[in-house]
């Protein structure tokens, strides 16, 4: 690892190692050291240390994996496996991001990442990327990463799962959490959110049984432990099971069984966000408009109870919700309203794209075709990244029909080849 972190600091300080040892020691002895067939002499150490710009100590313990070493990187892993919203911000913050070994402070890097990127914090995830990670990325995010201490593999491969689910990736994230349960103890917090993370991934890749034998599991281990602070966000996740296996009753009472037992719940807010999001959102899909309006109007209730901060974060969110209702009634002037509406907010991307998609249905009704066209191929790429196969059936087969009737009919057969891929594997 002293190689790796010298590296580092040569690439950052634009400087070559032969400009880094020069008059120091010769190239084919600083090899060896690097190999570890020499140890770094302290005088060494110290006039590399002033050249690059750190202490001695950074040098001279960048390989160390001894017990406290390994005991710290694990204690940052248990820490930090966790979904963000149960970690307090100045928590992760007050991780110091630079440590003497290489195990320690990789780790806390590999671990804040998953942080930004659930909290879709893009400027710190990509800056935090761009100053350190990639370089390391590149050494050890490959077969190498066979060699690491176990805390950093278990890190590394807590990264790729995240980073697999953001990408909605389910095959790979499957892949990555089973390697990641096999380095876990059978117990634990830890070993839980991996369940979870593995009944989300088969559910996502259609494996059913599967997903339904993992829920079993990680329900009586929790009533055997009397963890009753996950059963929210259990049925919460079963709900979505259900949901895709088209048990849409069974899918409502998952979630009146998430909110009976929110009171156990660590963080009730958000937990009750998602059981709200899922309900509004099952119920606009079964046609049952007027019962989600209702659940709208009561989630906004909610939300007006919160801190202004709150409430303006939450306002988007409600009147998306509302478009979808207008939407499946086809109101086109109440959609018109909530555009107007949500154009005047700051929105995050997946909400621009959704009032792009809105804007393009809005188009179609009204026989708007060029408008049409504008906001549909201005949004599928960003459905297609996420794979959100409800707007992509819309999407394809809408487009496909508007570019026949223009006469564009390479594009037409594209968008229905796209659309019967779709439904044949869905």
Known sequence: MLKERIDYLCHKKNMSRKELTDGLVTQAHFSNILAGRYPLPDDLAEAM???????????LHADDQDDHVLQRAEQIVEQLS???????????NDLPD?????TVELTTALMKATYYQQLNDQDAYAYLHQS?????????????????????????????????????????????????LNLLPEQGE???????????????????????????????????QRLFHRLSGMYVLYSGYCHVMQQPQEALIALSMAEAHLVYAQHQGDTLTAIMNNRILM??????????????????????????????????VLLVYR?????????????????????????????????RFYSSQLALAHGQADQFMEEATACLPYFEQIRQQDRLNILYESLAVVSEEQRRYKDAASYYRKLVYLLRHA
């Not at 630079?98 to 290489?102: Q, S």
């Not at 593995?198 to 993992?214: G, I, L, N, S």
Request: aromatic share 10%.
């Open 132 to 180: 350190y990670l990639n370089f390391y990325l590149e050494r050890y995010g490959r077969p190498d990463e066979a060699l690491l201490p176990l805390p950093l593999m278990k890190a590394m491969l807590f990264y790729k799962i995240q980073s697999a689910r953001s990408r909605q990736q389910y095959h790979d994230v499957l892949a990555q959490t089973e390697r990641w």
């Open 283 to 316: 119920l606009t899909m079964t046609g049952e408009l007027s019962q989600a309006a209702q659940e709208v109007e009561r989630f906004g209730s909610i939300v007006d109870l919160q801190p202004p901060e709150m409430r303006q974060q939450m306002e988007p």
């Open 49 to 59: 240390a002033e050249r690059l710009g750190v202490l001695p100590g950074y040098l």
């Open 82 to 92: 966790v979904q963000a919203s149960a970690l307090e911000e100045q928590q992760v």
């Open 190 to 224: 830890t070993w839980l959110t991996g369940q979870q993370i593995r009944m989300e991934a088969f559910v996502h890749t259609r494996q059913f049984e599967p997903a339904k034998q993992t829920f079993e599991k990680i329900t009586s281990y929790i009533y055997e």
């Open 323 to 355: 478009c979808e209702i207008e939407l499946a009634r086809q109101d086109w002037a109440a959609l018109v309203q909530r555009l107007e509406q949500l154009r005047t907010l700051t929105l995050t991307e997946d909400q621009q794209m959704a009032v």
């Open 98 to 102: 630079r440590h003497d070994t290489l």
